[in-house]
C-alpha cells in the first residue's frame, strides 16, 4: 500500500543529514517540472540518499500544482496567502507525507482535490488542519496526530478521512462539514478529543464513524 511505498522509497539508500527544503516558486503547473522549485533542476521526492520538507505558500493569485505522478516527501506545508490561495491536485496519483502536514488556509482557503479520479493522500506525522478543503480525494489517510485547529471550518467534500493513530484532536472555534458524501472514521485505536465547542456539519450524504 501507501505505507510500503513510502517505507520502500525512505530505505532505498543511505539517509541524508536532514531533508533538502524545496519550495513551490512558480504560478500553475506540474509538480514534477523541476522549474516550479526552488532546487531546480530537481524537483521534490524523495529517493536514494535525499528526502524532502517541501512549501507551497506562494503569495500570489491563485494557482493550482498539479501532482502528475506519485510523490513522497517527508514534511509538507501548504498554505494560504492574502493574494490567493493554492490548490493542490493529486488528479489519480498518490501522495505520501512521511512525516508532518500543515494545512493552513486561515487566509485564503487553500483545496487539496483529486477532481473524482481518485488520488490518495497518506500522512505519517502529525497532520494540523487549519481551514482546510477536501474535494474528491479518494482517501485521506493520518496514521499519525491529527488536529483540527480552525477558525473558520474544515471541509471534506466527497472525501473520506480515515484516522488511524495514537491521537486526534478538535481544537479552535470552526466548524468541520462533511459535504457529498465526505465522513470522518475514526479507528478503534484512535483516542479522539474534543476541545471546541463548535459543531459537526453533515449534509445528509456522509457522515461520522
Given at each position: ?20 527544503v ?28 535525499q ?21 513522497t ?64 480525494v ?47 472514521t475514526v ?23
Amino acid at each position: 500500500g501507501l505505507r510500503a511505498a513510502a517505507a520502500m522509497s525512505a530505505c532505498a539508500g543511505v539517509a541524508s543529514a536532514g531533508p533538502i527544503v524545496s519550495s513551490w516558486i512558480g504560478m500553475s503547473g506540474n509538480w514534477t517540472d523541476a522549474m516550479n522549485w526552488s532546487t531546480d533542476p530537481v524537483f521534490p521526492n524523495n529517493g536514494v540518499g535525499q528526502t524532502f520538507a517541501v512549501f507551497i505558500d506562494v503569495d500570489q493569485a491563485d494557482y493550482i500544482v498539479t501532482l502528475d505522478q506519485m510523490i513522497t516527501v517527508d514534511r509538507l506545508d501548504l498554505v494560504g496567502r492574502a493574494l490567493g490561495r493554492p490548490t493542490l491536485d493529486l488528479t489519480s496519483n498518490d501522495l505520501v507525507i512521511e512525516g508532518d502536514f500543515l494545512f493552513d488556509g486561515s487566509t485564503s482557503r487553500p483545496v487539496v482535490f483529486a477532481g473524482g479520479a481518485g488520488g490518495a493522500l497518506e500522512i505519517g506525522g502529525q497532520a494540523t488542519l487549519r481551514n482546510s478543503v477536501f474535494e474528491g480525494v479518494g482517501s485521506v489517510t493520518s496514521v499519525g496526530a491529527l488536529v483540527f485547529d480552525s477558525d473558520i471550518c474544515d471541509d471534506l467534500c466527497d472525501t473520506p478521512l480515515l484516522l488511524q493513530g495514537d491521537t486526534a484532536q478538535w481544537n479552535g472555534s470552526g466548524d468541520i462539514r462533511l459535504l457529498q458524501g465526505g465522513s470522518i472514521t475514526v479507528s478503534a485505536a484512535t483516542s479522539f478529543t474534543i476541545n471546541s465547542a463548535q459543531t459537526l456539519l453533515d449534509d445528509g450524504v456522509g457522515g461520522a464513524e
